[in-house]
């Protein structure tokens, strides 16, 4: 978590001083100083020239983190002023980093023409002032963002519900393409929706960042977290901002919302006001999210999953990566959103698998539309830049080949006949766009754009015959230059005579030296007027220069005003047309999603899963989707298993399936496996699998793998025993549990026992679909007497001496671990591999005078113990003579040496 705090950034205690005595600084200093503590908490870049620079504890973090060099500009107070700068034009590669590092950048300007501050005095400082606020939730730039991720705001607020309970409202806004989304949850979900969302930055009240029973989720979120004040925050305001935002009289257009949803998205709106200095992105309007409305998945088990990263924090090797064959990154970004919460409602479920079942079954138009999707940029993104005055020429231009292929795609997919709901709702938004939007832009704008408007020379040449006019004009001059350099150089007799342009001097005729002191006398003194001596040469200007510089000037700045009134009408009707063409996103969006997918399914070979209301898990040849294009790049196959958890009879509760087998032989490969058909299947993908009969799965507990979290003083055992402890205090009859070797960081015993117990009260008190890897032989006999838990083992074999694994889980239960043999393979030195040898024949054989069954015949069973509670432990009979002696003195009337004596015979008594 980076948290932003206003001690990283505060003013230094000298500017604070010379706050108070502005008479003992620079006006430029006084000027910093003013803007820096209106901005305490954030990194002020500012503007000088084409630099911005930061002064005093600002330079400091900004030359640690970007790595740039810290130097000085002056005296302070008697103190040097620690500097550094970034030019402005790479300051976004700068910003990228700063962002990332979790800081807030504050972006000051100059907001006057230098002239006009030079008419007020010599003296007098250039007007600056800070027109954006840069925060890892805020930016829309194209080169800070992430192609295929959300850049989600989210902002939490919450209402008392009891004296000891909160409803917790969720605002989730991406200011990048108009998102915008709403839900209720309660303390208990609050971790698992942050961690669906996977925000860049969330914002909250103060009471709730500093509520100590919430500390723990800021510091595990990975999002920068900046607490807000909470005036205008509380629901009325609230409910009175987002009236305003939207001009609307009622939110009830919009859905029915609670007022912690109110708090939540007003505090969204406020912040992004705050950011934004006026400028309004398209938001659409708040989409409430129904409750159970996805899978919950805690922030644990996608960890342990990888879906979206691995481990290592890389998206490369997760899920994600593996099933994204997206053509665009709206689409990339939709498929991530699906994946981080799959459905719950069958229906909506089978709407999304109708939807790639239509082109696994026709390639023609499946590829068709990938062609033309592959030439559709980020049109969601180029609008919302366009809306906050951020745009270029090239959105614009972004906005008229999307618009152009969406209703080319729209065609496509109208021409085939009969196609799924979801693609047809697609197709039809497609279709509201305005059709001739797309040819303006496309007939206005050039075939190569600069990256900014104020660069010019993005209108298509005919396009305007005025704009041709001028541009002539500027060509034209520089043939005039041309001529009036060889014309000077004749009448000199300077061949080397040259007529160059800077920015200080404009234009100017630069001779060598020699010939520059020529020019100081007659008869050309009356010609050229001396500008400037370098080592080598003489710099001159003339009056006949002079007017063409003029004309040259002028052509060039009533060009640009020309562009720049082309680009301000086009902007004009693009945002007119906002509401279409963010439909028009999210429906290419959703037909690239389903078009990848199909293209997934053909690829690999997946099927179409059904999923309903019961409690059915059987998965035919089901596979693991990463670890099966890992194997497929080294040309090696995958073994496919069976996986069967459905409910058995009249039972409604799914079974409970203990794996055993050997190190190695996959059983963590297994279960995830099945964890992840369960998420490909919600999301609406196909499967990797023969066949897949999924009950709908409402929560998604994983524990496998071991880490240690030592930052927070927990050891490798502890974090299992927190994550299994969550695990079985949550999950309810329509969850998957995963569980891989439960209690082996600790001793045997205790680890056997925990294990044992946590199966038990799976079995009776959670009543949900499991699978339960381990090394505990002894529990596979609790398949005998719980009638939905049963054995499946990993088959090996033994050649030679050397195991073999074969990956193939069956019936049974396995009788050894091959430890020793996996201890081999992994190098371990002869000597210490026979003397374990040598160690487990020894404890076997004890083993073996011990049956396993006689253990389980000892051990009461978790359902009894749940029926009934054990009884009070019985009063000893007979009478007690302590007691009874204790009754008999008369502690009042002894004196000390007699009290002494009673004690020596109460003493006895014991």
Same mark, same amino acid.
């Given at each position: 978590?980076?948290?932003?705090?206003?001690?990283?950034?505060?003013?230094?205690?000298?500017?604070?001083?010379?706050?108070?005595?502005?008479?003992?600084?620079? /006006?430029?200093?006084?000027?910093?100083?003013?803007?820096?503590?209106?901005?305490?908490?954030?990194?002020?870049?500012?503007?000088?020239?084409?630099?911005?620079?930061?002064?005093?504890?600002?330079?400091?973090?900004?030359?640690?983190?970007?790595?740039?060099?810290?130097?000085?500009?002056? !005296?302070?107070l008697?103190?040097?002023?620690?500097?550094?700068?970034?030019?402005?034009?790479?300051?976004?590669?700068?910003?990228?980093?700063?962002?990332?590092?979790?800081?807030?950048?504050?972006?000051?300007?100059?907001?006057?023409?230098?002239?006009?501050? !030079?008419?007020?005095?010599?003296?007098?400082?250039?007007?600056?002032?800070?027109?954006?606020?840069?925060? /890892?939730?805020?930016?829309?730039?194209?080169?800070?963002?992430?192609?295929?991720?959300? @850049?989600?705001?989210?902002?939490?607020?919450?209402?008392?519900?009891?004296?000891?309970?909160?409803?917790?409202?969720?605002?989730?806004?991406?200011?990048?393409?108009?998102?915008? @989304?709403?839900?209720?949850?309660?303390?208990?979900?609050? /971790?698992?929706?942050?961690?669906?969302?996977?925000?860049?930055?969330?914002?909250?009240?103060?009471?709730?960042?500093?509520?100590?029973?919430?500390?723990?989720?800021?510091?595990?979120?990975?999002?920068?977290?900046?607490?807000?004040?909470?005036?205008?925050?509380?629901?009325?305001?609230?409910?009175?901002?987002?009236?305003?935002?939207?001009?609307?009289?009622?939110?009830?257009?919009?859905?029915?919302?609670?007022?912690?949803?109110?708090?939540?998205?007003?505090?969204?709106?406020?912040?992004?006001e705050?950011?934004?200095?006026?400028?309004?992105?398209?938001?659409?309007?708040?989409?409430?999210?129904?409750?159970?409305?996805?899978?919950?998945?805690?922030?644990?088990t996608?960890?342990?999953?990888?879906?979206?990263?691995?481990? *290592?924090?890389?998206?490369?090797? *997760?899920?994600?990566?593996?099933?994204?064959?997206?053509?665009? $990154?709206?689409g990339?970004?939709?498929?991530?959103?699906?994946l981080?919460?799959?459905?719950?409602?069958?229906?909506?479920?089978?709407? +999304?698998?109708?939807?790639?079942?239509?082109?696994?079954?026709?390639?023609?138009?499946?590829?068709?539309?990938?062609?033309?999707?592959?030439?559709?940029?980020?049109?969601?993104?180029?609008?919302?830049?366009?809306?906050?005055?951020?745009?270029?020429?090239?959105?614009?231009?972004?906005?008229?080949?999307?618009?152009?292929?969406?209703?080319?795609?729209a065609?496509?997919?109208l021409?085939?006949?009969?196609?799924?709901?979801?693609?047809?709702?697609?197709?039809?938004?497609?279709?509201?766009?305005?059709?001739?939007?797309?040819?303006?832009?496309?007939?206005?704008?050039?075939?190569?754009? $600069?990256?900014? !408007?104020?660069?010019?020379?993005?209108?298509?040449?005919?396009?305007?015959?005025?704009?041709?006019?001028?541009?002539?004009?500027?060509?034209?001059?520089?043939?005039v230059?041309?001529?009036?350099?060889?014309?000077?150089?004749?009448e000199?007799?300077?061949?080397?005579?040259?007529?160059?342009?800077?920015?200080?001097?404009?234009y100017?005729?630069?001779?060598?030296?020699?010939?520059?002191?020529?020019?100081?006398?007659?008869?050309?003194?009356?010609?050229?007027?001396?500008?400037?001596?370098?080592?080598?040469?003489?710099?001159?200007?003339?009056?006949?220069?002079?007017?063409?510089? %003029?004309?040259?000037?002028?052509?060039?700045?009533r060009?640009?005003?020309?562009?720049?009134?082309?680009?301000?009408?086009?902007?004009?009707?693009?945002?007119?047309?906002?509401?279409?063409?963010?439909?028009?996103?999210?429906?290419?969006?959703?037909?690239?999603?389903?078009?990848?997918?199909?293209?997934?399914?053909?690829?690999?070979?997946?099927?179409?899963?059904?999923?309903?209301?019961?409690?059915?898990?059987?998965?035919? %040849?089901?596979?693991?989707?990463?670890?099966?294009?890992?194997?497929?790049?080294?040309?090696?196959?995958?073994?496919?298993?069976?996986?069967?958890? @459905?409910?058995?009879?009249?039972?409604?509760?799914g079974?409970?399936?203990?794996?055993?087998g050997?190190?190695?032989?996959?059983?963590?490969?297994?279960?995830?496996?099945?964890?992840?058909?369960?998420?490909?299947?919600?999301?609406g993908?196909?499967?990797?699998?023969?066949?897949?009969?999924?009950?709908?799965?409402?929560?998604?507990?994983?524990?496998?793998?071991?880490?240690?979290?030592?930052?927070?003083?927990?050891?490798?055992?502890?974090?299992?025993?927190?994550?299994?402890?969550a695990?079985?205090?949550?999950?309810?009859?329509?969850?998957?549990?995963?569980?891989?070797?439960?209690? +082996?960081?600790?001793?045997?015993?205790?680890?056997?026992?925990?294990a044992?117990?946590?199966?038990?009260?799976?079995?009776?008190?959670?009543?949900?679909?499991?699978?339960?890897?381990?090394?505990?032989?002894?529990?596979? %006999?609790?398949?005998?007497?719980?009638?939905?838990?049963?054995n499946?083992?990993?088959?090996?074999?033994?050649?030679n001496?050397?195991?073999?694994?074969?990956?193939?889980?069956?019936?049974?239960?396995?009788?050894?671990?091959?430890?020793?043999?996996?201890?081999?393979?992994?190098?371990?030195?002869?000597?210490?591999?026979?003397?374990?040898?040598?160690?487990?024949?020894?404890?076997?054989?004890?083993?073996?005078?011990?049956?396993?069954?006689?253990?389980?015949?000892?051990?009461?069973?978790?359902?009894?113990?749940?029926?009934?509670?054990?009884? %009070?432990?019985?009063?000893?009979?007979? $009478?007690?003579?302590?007691?009874?002696?204790?009754?008999?003195?008369?502690l009042?009337?002894?004196? $000390?040496?007699?009290?002494?004596?009673?004690?020596?015979?109460? !003493?006895?008594?014991?």
């Amino acid at each position: 978590m980076h948290s932003t705090s206003p001690r990283d950034t505060k003013t230094p205690p000298a500017a604070t001083a010379a706050s108070a005595d502005p008479g003992r600084v620079t /006006p430029m200093m006084a000027q910093y100083i003013e803007i820096k503590t209106a901005n305490p908490d954030s990194l002020l870049f500012y503007r000088m020239g084409d630099f911005y620079e930061l002064f005093f504890a600002d330079a400091e973090i900004a030359s640690r983190t970007l790595g740039i060099v810290l130097t000085k500009r002056g !005296k302070h107070l008697g103190e040097d002023i620690a500097m550094c700068g970034v030019p402005v034009d790479r300051a976004d590669d700068y910003l990228q980093r700063l962002i990332a590092a979790g800081h807030r950048v504050a972006v000051c300007e100059q907001t006057e023409d230098p002239a006009e501050a !030079k008419k007020r005095g010599a003296k007098s400082v250039v007007k600056r002032d800070v027109v954006r606020l840069v925060t /890892p939730g805020t930016i829309t730039e194209e080169r800070l963002l992430e192609p295929g991720r959300a @850049s989600l705001l989210v902002a939490v607020a919450r209402r008392r519900l009891s004296d000891v309970g909160y409803a917790y409202g969720i605002a989730a806004v991406d200011i990048s393409t108009g998102r915008f @989304s709403v839900l209720e949850t309660d303390a208990r979900g609050l /971790p698992v929706e942050l961690a669906r969302l996977d925000p860049r930055e969330i914002v909250c009240p103060d009471a709730i960042h500093e509520d100590p029973e919430l500390k723990e989720i800021w510091r595990d979120v990975p999002a920068a977290v900046t607490p807000l004040a909470r005036e205008g925050l509380d629901p009325a305001s609230g409910e009175r901002r987002l009236k305003e935002f939207f001009g609307v009289a009622t939110l009830d257009a919009f859905g029915a919302f609670s007022r912690a949803e109110i708090a939540a998205a007003a505090a969204a709106l406020a912040y992004v006001e705050r950011t934004q200095f006026g400028a309004r992105p398209p938001l659409s309007p708040p989409r409430r999210e129904g409750e159970s409305a996805t899978m919950l998945i805690d922030a644990a088990t996608r960890a342990n999953l990888e879906l979206m990263r691995t481990l *290592s924090g890389e998206r490369a090797g *997760s899920l994600l990566a593996t099933i994204d064959r997206t053509q665009t $990154p709206g689409g990339s970004r939709l498929l991530a959103e699906r994946l981080a919460g799959p459905l719950t409602d069958p229906l909506e479920i089978a709407g +999304r698998h109708d939807a790639v079942a239509a082109l696994v079954e026709a390639p023609g138009l499946r590829e068709d539309l990938r062609r033309d999707l592959a030439r559709v940029p980020d049109i969601a993104r180029a609008l919302s830049r366009l809306a906050l005055d951020r745009g270029g020429p090239r959105d614009l231009a972004a906005l008229g080949a999307g618009l152009e292929a969406a209703r080319a795609i729209a065609a496509a997919l109208l021409r085939h006949g009969e196609i799924p709901p979801e693609l047809r709702e697609a197709a039809l938004a497609l279709g509201r766009t305005d059709p001739d939007l797309g040819a303006r832009l496309s007939a206005t704008l050039a075939e190569e754009l $600069p990256l900014l !408007k104020r660069d010019g020379r993005f209108v298509r040449e005919g396009f305007d015959g005025a704009l041709d006019e001028l541009r002539l004009l500027q060509v034209d001059s520089r043939k005039v230059i041309a001529q009036l350099q060889a014309r000077y150089a004749a009448e000199t007799g300077c061949r080397t005579l040259r007529i160059k342009h800077n920015s200080m001097l404009g234009y100017f005729v630069e001779v060598p030296q020699a010939v520059g002191e020529d020019f100081l006398r007659e008869p050309w003194r009356a010609v050229f007027v001396h500008r400037q001596t370098m080592s080598d040469a003489m710099r001159f200007s003339s009056v006949e220069l002079g007017e063409l510089e %003029a004309k040259i000037a002028s052509a060039a700045d009533r060009a640009l005003k020309l562009e720049l009134s082309i680009f301000a009408d086009l902007t004009a009707a693009v945002l007119a047309q906002a509401e279409p063409i963010k439909a028009a996103a999210l429906a290419l969006a959703a037909i690239d999603v389903a078009a990848a997918l199909a293209e997934l399914a053909v690829d690999g070979g997946w099927t179409r899963p059904l999923v309903d209301e019961g409690a059915a898990f059987a998965i035919k %040849a089901g596979r693991h989707p990463v670890v099966e294009a890992a194997l497929k790049r080294e040309g090696q196959p995958f073994v496919a298993n069976d996986s069967e958890l @459905s409910a058995a009879g009249k039972s409604r509760d799914g079974r409970i399936c203990l794996i055993t087998g050997p190190n190695m032989a996959g059983k963590s490969t297994f279960l995830r496996q099945n964890a992840l058909i369960a998420v490909l299947a919600q999301m609406g993908s196909f499967v990797p699998a023969q066949s897949a009969h999924i009950g709908v799965v409402d929560r998604l507990f994983s524990r496998v793998g071991a880490a240690d979290d030592l930052a927070r003083g927990r050891s490798t055992f502890m974090v299992e025993m927190v994550e299994t402890a969550a695990i079985l205090n949550q999950a309810g009859p329509r969850a998957l549990v995963i569980l891989d070797e439960i209690g +082996r960081g600790t001793a045997t015993f205790d680890g056997l026992s925990i294990a044992w117990a946590a199966i038990e009260h799976l079995h009776e008190a959670n009543r949900c679909r499991a699978l339960f890897a381990t090394h505990y032989h002894e529990l596979t %006999a609790l398949a005998e007497r719980l009638d939905r838990v049963v054995n499946a083992t990993v088959r090996v074999t033994e050649w030679n001496g050397e195991v073999v694994f074969l990956h193939e889980v069956v019936p049974g239960a396995a009788d050894r671990s091959y430890g020793i043999q996996v201890a081999k393979l992994a190098g371990l030195p002869p000597a210490v591999v026979e003397r374990a040898r040598a160690i487990l024949g020894e404890l076997e054989k004890s083993e073996r005078e011990k049956p396993v069954a006689a253990l389980v015949d000892d051990l009461p069973l978790f359902a009894a113990q749940l029926r009934s509670p054990p009884p %009070a432990p019985a009063v000893a009979a007979g $009478p007690d003579l302590l007691r009874e002696a204790l009754a008999g003195l008369d502690l009042d009337e002894m004196t $000390p040496r007699e009290a002494l004596e009673a004690l020596y015979r109460l !003493k006895g008594l014991n």
